[in-house]
């Protein structure tokens, strides 16, 4: 696999996603590194409390995996909570098997009253295979992160994260990122 290539199309993807969102919209960059991956994921919101994004992850955890996704939420953010629910559409680039699936899921972080800086919370997001392509069975990803707010505009973060598929072929189910991951989210 081509892992600059496909970083590159998915920053590009990302991009025309700002793009239609406009400019005028609530938006966001992320990028986070971890020992065997990177993850790169753009949002803007399409209108108040609906919001539109997209990433990837490039893993080489085990053996290389691309993990696509765009997901459509509804979002609300004040100075208690930030929280997201809605659905995703994740596509597996995997050595193990390939396909893709509709999933729900979202996220949700709190911003604890003694320090309004720091958040706690996380994501999930489950692919049954009710809903899934070619190989994939199902799949899930799934992160804890403690987020502090070094300016308005910007989140340093450390993580974890675990993204699995079970694929229909010999290969069967498969952890494709296990980690820890620092990481910075720019607010627009």
């Given amino acids: 696999m081509n892992t600059l290539g496909q970083f590159a199309r998915?920053?590009?993807a990302a991009s025309f996603l700002f793009a239609a969102?406009?400019?005028?919209?609530?938006?966001?960059?992320?990028?986070?590194?971890?020992?065997?991956?990177?993850?790169?994921e753009a949002?803007?919101?399409?209108?108040?409390?609906?919001?539109?994004?997209?990433?990837?992850?490039?893993?080489e955890y085990r053996e290389d995996a691309s993990i696509y996704h765009a997901q459509l939420l509804g979002v609300q953010r004040n100075r208690?909570?930030?929280?997201?629910?809605?659905?995703?559409?994740?596509?597996f680039d995997t050595d193990y098997g390939n396909g893709g699936g509709l999933g729900l899921g979202g996220y949700g972080y709190v911003y604890l009253p003694q320090m309004p800086d720091v958040s706690v919370g996380g994501y999930g997001f489950y692919t049954p295979g009710a809903v899934t392509s070619n190989d994939l069975d199902d799949g899930y990803e799934v992160g804890l992160r403690a987020r502090y707010a070094f300016t308005p505009n910007v989140d340093g973060y450390v993580g974890l994260r675990q993204t699995a598929a079970d694929f229909g072929n010999r290969h069967g189910s498969r952890t494709l990122d296990r980690g820890a991951q620092v990481g910075v989210r720019l607010n627009f």
């Fill in 43 to 59: 949002a803007g919101e399409l209108t108040q409390g609906v919001a539109l994004g997209g990433g990837v992850i490039q893993s």
């Fill in 80 to 91: 208690e909570r930030d929280i997201g629910i809605g659905g995703r559409w994740t596509q």
């Fill in 21 to 40: 969102a406009g400019t005028h919209a609530a938006g966001s960059l992320d990028l986070n590194l971890g020992a065997d991956a990177v993850q790169f």
């Fill in 10 to 12: 998915a920053a590009l």
